[in-house]
């Protein structure tokens, strides 16, 4: 994961949950996916790739 994380240059964080516990806890049955926390505490899950202008789009009603 931390060569894929390298690779692409990436700057946001990223979980890796081998035992699952995160994802079950926040209720991600399987990658890829996305929890956006806002910070009245709302969460918001997203399942499945998101390109660019949709993720710009999540955090912009979270920011």
Known sequence: MLDFIDRHDLSFANIEDSDGQVFGEYGVPYQP???FLAA???LTRVQ???DGNR?????AEII
């Open 40 to 42: 009245d505490g709302t």
């Open 33 to 35: 996916a996305w929890v």
């Open 48 to 50: 499945g790739a998101l």
């Open 55 to 59: 993720l710009a789009e999540y955090i």
